[in-house]
């Protein structure tokens, strides 16, 4: 992959963005790679839920085989793979291994770079709990689409993952900014910084990509009264207020909010809730 472009050079509008992050090759978790060549070794007896299980805690290759699947069968619009392993039955174990070769790893596409590799790893985990939670109140709310909840709370700050791992001067900016002024919003420091939100760019990614009609909707931020895009919203919220303990100001006011969406008391919600995160 050649090497990112300087910070002046970097796009600045939503349509430039978008044709960035298109050309870049994604890499993935360490583990995930290793275990593809495990797996690839023994191809004959892996099938899609197995295959599936291994790989959806990556949201990194989760996204690459949605993107690669919906782009493929994007003349084939009432057969949307709405979870991982929807889109590993309709792409086929054997094709798969064929298309998807020795992955590059995240430690080796920042190697020499700490501060974006701790960046990126801190979206990551909030991905994973963000998923965890989402999942645990679509349960709880009986959402039959609880599978597309959870990967739609994994991958929702999937272009901020991006953006570490391919503009990572921009990244590491942002977070700057941001500690020296608690106040600011993150869609102002956005703006500031690339001319555009990341809301935006992953918005248009997901339409060039293809990807399915309801995850697409699930993580548009914008339709937060749609008590699915709410669940979502309000697990990757909890999960980014905790990131660091429970003790952020802005807890009270997530566990209300879930209380809410969820019709429970808020004290058993927060019990519940740390239950959950335990």
């Not at 291994?54 to 690669?68: G, Q, R």
């Not at 998807?100 to 770079?113: K, R, S, Y």
């Not at 501060?115 to 999942?135: H, I, K, P, T």
């Not at 791992?165 to 993150?186: C, E, F, I």
Request: charge should be negative; proline fraction near 6%.
């Amino acid at each position: 992959m050649s090497s990112a472009p300087s910070p002046s050079h970097y796009p600045s509008d939503l349509g430039s963005w978008v044709r960035y992050f298109q050309l870049v090759e994604i890499p993935v978790l360490p583990h995930t790679a290793a275990v593809l060549e495990e797996l690839r070794q023994m191809q004959d007896e892996v099938d899609a839920r197995m295959l599936a299980d291994e790989l959806m805690s990556d949201p990194l290759m989760t996204l690459k085989v949605l993107a690669y699947t919906a782009t493929v069968q994007r003349h084939r619009r009432n057969n949307d793979a709405e979870t991982l392993r929807e889109a590993l039955v309709l792409t086929g174990i054997t094709p798969f291994f064929a298309t998807f070769g020795p992955q590059p790893t995240v430690d080796a596409h920042l190697e020499g770079q700490p501060e974006a590799l701790a960046g990126l790893q801190a979206v990551l985990d909030r991905a994973d709990r963000a998923g965890r939670f989402a999942l645990a109140f679509a349960l709880h709310r009986r959402d039959h689409d609880a599978a597309v909840i959870y990967l739609a709370a994994l991958l929702h700050d999937f272009a901020e993952m991006l953006l570490w791992l391919n503009a990572p001067t921009l990244a590491l900016q942002m977070k700057l900014l941001q500690q020296a002024d608690r106040t600011l919003r993150s869609t102002t420091v956005q703006r500031q910084c690339l001319h555009v939100t990341l809301g935006e760019v992953q918005q248009a990614l997901m339409q060039t990509w293809h990807l399915p009609e309801l995850l697409v909707h699930i993580t548009d931020d914008r339709k937060e009264n749609d008590p699915q895009v709410r669940n979502v919203l309000l697990a990757v919220r909890l999960a980014r207020h905790t990131s660091l303990g429970w003790d952020n100001p802005a807890v009270p006011d997530d566990v209300s909010d879930i209380a809410r969406l969820l019709t429970m008391a808020p004290e058993a919600t927060l019990n519940w809730l740390k239950e959950l995160d335990g």
